[in-house]
């Protein structure tokens, strides 16, 4: 949610030049549990997914996606190297 605020202030603001935005949700699908996992009662929807795009004014604002769906537009598999070992360090 802080991070669809934060967005949305900064198309407000124009700030970076941003005009628009998108928020992905990387969750592994093995990860069962949180995926089907909503905590507010005030939400609709069987999964994370679906509640928050429930709540959203513009759904295509957010994008839920496998690790490996995520990482599968890397087509080099030097890129994919660099990419794995940046989010490593990151994370």
């Known amino acids: 949610m802080r991070q669809t605020l934060l ?16 928020i992905v949700h990387v969750i592994p699908t093995e990860n069962v549990k949180l995926l089907n996992t909503v905590t507010s009662k005030k939400m609709t929807g069987s999964t994370i997914s679906e509640a928050w795009k429930n709540v959203l004014k513009r759904e295509n604002t957010y994008i839920s996606l496998s690790p490996k769906e ?17 989010l490593n360090k990151r994370y």
Do not use: H
């Open 70 to 86: 995520f990482i599968s537009p890397i087509k080099k598999e030097e890129e994919a190297f660099q990419f794995i070992d940046y």
């Open 7 to 22: 967005a949305e202030q900064c198309i407000k603001n124009r700030e970076y030049g941003c005009t628009d935005y998108r």
